[in-house]
């Protein structure tokens, strides 16, 4: 079992939509969770972060986090074709400060 | 503007040469972390330091891959000798545990 998971899609919503992107862990030391967005031939950069149980937003993205379940979503209202891209998920250790990526999804919004 | 720093940011190589890719983390941060990204495997975390110390680097192959930070303000990996299975995008990152890292523009390495 991958330490991270995600479905690699693609993930295809039209223009204006919700895009909802999930991922599990498997590691319960896992404390800091992160979402990259990468476009293609870039680097990741880094669009929100969370640390504790619930929601968290900003902007158009909402993060969201079950720690029980051991679940990281991310949610992008009003979807843009510039939105398209790969999103990664990212967990860390903090006690090992090891920050695992998962394979990511690709997001494409069309118009 | 602070940011990570890599070069060189392309490399074609011959199988059997030796490979120094190099990396200036963001001012302040205690750790670098470096990543290996293909299609097929995504984005392997390969090594990372903290504090200029060596944390893990149990995903690298140990026979040809050295990953060291002479100073905090440059980390090296390089790779002796390079085979073909060594093409990638090598990425460096940096930040403060338990926050987030931010990456380097990263290496696009050919090995032919």
């Known amino acids: 079992q991958k330490e991270v998971e995600q479905n690699s899609g693609p993930l295809s919503v039209p223009e204006g939509a919700i895009a909802s992107l999930n991922c599990t862990y498997s590691?319960?030391?896992?404390?800091?969770f992160f979402w990259y967005r990468q476009y293609s031939g870039k680097s990741p950069e880094l669009i929100m972060f969370?640390?504790?149980?619930g929601d968290k937003e900003d902007g158009r993205f909402t993060a969201q986090l079950n720690k029980a379940s051991q679940y990281v979503s991310l949610l992008i209202r009003d979807s843009q074709p510039s939105d398209s891209a790969t999103y990664l998920c990212?967990?860390?250790?903090?006690?090992?400060?090891?920050?695992?990526f998962g394979q990511g999804t690709t997001l494409q919004v069309k118009p | 503007d602070a940011r990570v720093t890599q070069t060189p940011r392309h490399k074609v190589t011959e199988m059997g040469q030796e490979v120094t890719m190099r990396c200036q983390p963001i001012?302040?941060?205690?750790?670098v972390f470096w990543y290996r990204q293909t299609m097929m495997q995504g984005l392997e975390l390969l090594a990372y330091?903290?504090?200029?110390?060596?944390?893990?680097d149990s995903g690298m192959p140990k026979d040809r891959f050295s990953a060291e930070m002479p100073d905090a303000t440059l980390a090296t990996l390089k790779i002796q000798p390079s085979e073909p299975r060594d093409s990638a995008v090598y990425f460096c990152?940096?930040?403060?545990?338990?926050?987030?890292?931010?990456f380097g523009q990263g290496t696009r390495l050919t090995v032919v």
């Open positions: 990152a940096s930040g403060l545990v338990p926050k987030a890292a931010f």
């Open positions: 590691d319960r030391g896992s404390q800091s």
């Open positions: 969370i640390y504790s149980n």
């Open positions: 990212a967990v860390n250790d903090d006690n090992t400060g090891k920050l695992i």
């Open positions: 001012l302040g941060h205690n750790t």
């Open positions: 330091f903290r504090n200029r110390a060596p944390l893990d």
